[in-house]
């Protein structure tokens, strides 16, 4: 599936994920929907990062064949493993940051239910003191959650843009191997399909990142 | 809004039955929680479940103030049951959970910490009130593999969980049973399914058979009292359970 596609369900999961939700939880429903296909999208992120860490290496054994023409394309498949590597660890530390996201955001949606019992205990013992001093206590609980969402909201929003300029160096190094690929005399032919490729992969990943940053989670359209 | 109706009272010691709410959705079974107080504190036997929680918490606070609600005891870990318990601890997070050894670590998915738990063992327990013995009767298998249920000997009422249920009608409300041969006609299929052991169903026979019981208080109908005790004791010793249809 290509990255436009799954943009395209990405909008139409949420809009019917909503009605299933209660009124107090669907904010919560919608981010943990949300939360839960940005992970999507970062395991696929993960799994194309570790194709190219398999097609650098077969690249580097294809310079070795190709001998002193093909030494720049060579140092360029390494520096590509590298990144792939680099890649890999970013997004795990994204998976992390989704794990304690979806363990707050669940809580919400637990609470959010509580939050209905006590209201309509409230409204069954209105004059209740002690009742309203709980109300209150889990209200500034409540705020305390939010505030720790945010932050984490706004972490995996920076870690999402550093994999992005990690992505854009990918792309560099692709096209760079593009360029070095000609240079490869009687392989030259090869060395431009593996370069091609990269460039495809790294586009892929780039285009992936992309659609994460404009998720509805972080304020996007998608 | 569930009803209140004290059942038991001598002095500062009452037994209190949160009974019958009209507004009850039909989907959810109907609950009878029960509160012994003592000395000025609570013990609410089988809270019931989160989604009742309002109509119990107004019925209670209407007689009782929630925060002096020292323990809960649970007969057993079904969310009818014990549900509401994360609710409970809102009002006083020291609040003690007493429930078989068993469900020490399920029921914590319902709420509560490591110590909210007071683990009962398989032969039961002393539960103490503010200076009053309540005792934890062992009711293993009677529905669930650990259960108990909580006898009160001074004020000689037995809380017997789902031994002695009956699902009724809506013409039948009654807080007590009238016509013991009309009532248990609601009490046998029940028996039959959820009462799994016949061994278990005649040791708890022969141990109940030994207290002195005014009043037999089931989870779910109504109150067997006086003669009608030792009537359902017997009919239930009679009865072959742990079958499909009866």
Redesign the interface.
């Known amino acids: 599936m290509t990255a436009e596609e799954n943009t395209s369900e990405w909008q139409g999961g949420d809009e019917a994920f909503v009605p299933v939700a209660t009124e107090s939880s669907s904010g919560a429903a919608l981010d943990l929907l949300r939360i839960v296909r940005i992970n999507e999208e970062i395991k696929r992120v993960v799994s194309v990062a570790f194709k190219i860490n398999i097609m650098a290496l077969n690249a580097i054994f294809l310079a070795k064949r190709a001998g002193n023409a093909a030494l720049g394309f060579g140092v360029l498949s390494n520096e590509l493993r590298v990144f792939s590597k680099d890649l890999r660890e970013g997004m795990m530390a994204l998976t992390r940051q989704i794990h304690d996201l979806v363990a707050e955001v669940s809580v919400i949606l637990q609470e959010s239910r509580y939050d209905r019992v006590f209201a309509e205990a409230a409204l069954a013992a209105p004059d209740h003191a002690q009742l309203h001093t709980v109300l209150e206590r889990r209200e500034a609980r409540h705020g305390e959650r939010a505030d720790r969402i945010a932050s984490l909201r706004r972490g995996l929003r920076l870690a999402i843009d550093d994999a992005a300029r990690l992505v854009e160096l990918g792309g560099v190094l692709a096209k760079s191997a593009k360029i070095e690929a000609a240079y490869g005399a009687g392989f030259a032919s090869s060395l431009g399909q593996v370069s091609g490729e990269f460039d495809g992969i790294v586009e892929e990943i780039r285009s992936s990142l992309d659609s994460l940053r404009r998720s509805g989670f972080f304020g996007g359209s998608a | 809004?569930k009803t209140t109706q004290t059942i038991f009272e001598d002095g500062g010691h009452k037994w209190t039955a949160i009974v019958r709410d009209p507004a009850k959705p039909e989907f959810l079974i109907d609950t009878n929680e029960y509160l012994v107080q003592h000395g000025g504190q609570g013990l609410l036997l089988d809270p019931g479940g989160?989604?009742i929680?309002?109509?119990v918490?107004?019925a209670l606070?209407?007689e009782f103030?929630?925060?002096k609600i020292a323990g809960i005891f649970a007969s057993h870990q079904d969310p009818d049951i014990v549900s509401s318990l994360?609710?409970w601890l809102?009002?006083n997070p020291q609040m003690k959970c007493h429930v078989s050894w068993l469900w020490g670590s399920f029921i914590p998915h319902f709420g509560g910490k490591g110590d909210t738990f007071v683990p009962l063992p398989d032969e039961g327990a002393v539960i103490p009130l503010a200076g009053l013995q309540l005792q934890a009767i062992p009711a293993h298998y009677l529905h669930s593999s650990g259960n108990l249920h909580l006898y009160d000997r001074q004020a000689r009422i037995l809380f017997s969980g789902d031994v002695g249920a009956a699902l009724l009608p809506a013409e039948k409300q009654g807080l007590f049973v009238e016509d013991f041969s009309s009532h248990i006609r609601f009490a046998e299929g029940f028996h039959r399914r959820w009462m799994g052991s016949n061994e278990a169903k005649r040791q708890w026979c022969e141990r109940v058979s030994h207290l002195e019981i005014d009043m037999l208080c089931p989870q779910h109908g109504a109150i067997y009292q006086g003669a009608d005790v030792q009537r359902f004791i017997n009919w239930f010793d009679e009865l072959h359970v742990g079958v499909l249809r009866s």
């Open positions: 809004m989160s989604e929680f309002p109509a918490f107004s606070s209407s103030d929630p925060s994360a609710l809102e009002f």
